[in-house]
């Protein structure tokens, strides 16, 4: 089974609007944190945010939100008020307690439009 | 959070060779970990070197073919030996950090292609 699922392999979104990437993840571990990192097509991986499973309130970032919602296992990335150079790959991440490697999905790219 | 540095960022390759890439961290980590990127996907874990131990690697990746070496805590090196064009690929090196240590940086990335 996917450890983790990005469902939208592409997003459009007008400039200065906001958009939801989503995300599910599959873990029996209570102890878990998810992640979201953007992708430019230079390569490089650049980190937004991080949820932990305990954590008891949504982290947010700036611009970038993590709408947590445990009991449905989701973990969507928000990110308000879109900017041209927002368009990227964004990738979703799990690392669960007992290991030290994140597991990512597939990716969801976004491109921002005038 | 860390500032991480990798050389070369880019090069292309004869099949048959071997290239080392480098990556160096601005600040002292106990683990460094080294991903790769096909074309096209996502990433996917090779191995996690550890100061003064051997490198621990993942199924699917050995040691032969992707040697590393973690000569101190702010530097190591992935080398990709024997290549072949299924090695193309992004190689990036990451470790742990952040106020809590549970966030994750990546460095710049290395682009290889073999010809």
């Known amino acids: 089974a996917q450890k983790i699922t990005q469902t939208q392999p592409g997003m459009f979104v007008q400039e200065k609007e906001a958009v939801t990437l989503d995300c599910t993840y599959d873990?029996?571990?209570?102890?878990?944190?998810l992640f979201w990192y953007k992708q430019p097509s230079s390569g490089e991986m650049i980190f937004l945010i991080y949820?932990?499973?305990?954590?008891?309130q949504n982290a947010t970032e700036g611009r970038y939100s993590l709408n947590f919602q445990k009991a449905r296992k989701s973990a969507n990335l928000v990110i308000s008020a879109s900017q041209l150079g927002d368009s990227a790959m964004y990738f979703c991440?799990?690392?669960?307690?007992?290991?030290?490697?994140?597991?990512f999905g597939t990716g969801t790219r976004l491109l921002v439009s005038p | 959070s860390a500032v991480i540095s990798q050389k070369p960022s880019r090069d292309i390759c004869q099949r048959g060779t071997s290239l080392t890439i480098q990556c160096q961290v601005d600040?002292?980590?106990?683990?460094m970990f080294w991903y790769r990127q096909q074309p096209g996907q996502s990433l996917t874990l090779i191995a996690t070197?550890?100061?003064?131990?051997?490198?621990?690697?993942e199924s699917g990746f050995v040691i032969d073919k992707f040697p590393i070496s973690r000569p101190n805590l702010t530097f190591s090196t992935l080398t990709v030996s024997n290549m072949s064009p299924e090695d193309s690929s992004i190689y990036l090196c990451?470790?742990?950090?952040?106020?809590?240590?549970?966030?994750?940086?990546f460095g710049p990335g290395t682009r290889l292609t073999v010809l």
């Open positions: 070197a550890n100061q003064g131990s051997e490198a621990t690697y």
């Open positions: 873990t029996s571990d209570p102890s878990y944190g």
């Open positions: 991440a799990m690392r669960e307690g007992g290991f030290q490697k994140l597991v």
């Open positions: 990451s470790v742990r950090s952040g106020s809590s240590y549970n966030e994750q940086f």
């Open positions: 949820q932990g499973s305990y954590d008891q």
């Open positions: 600040s002292q980590v106990t683990m």
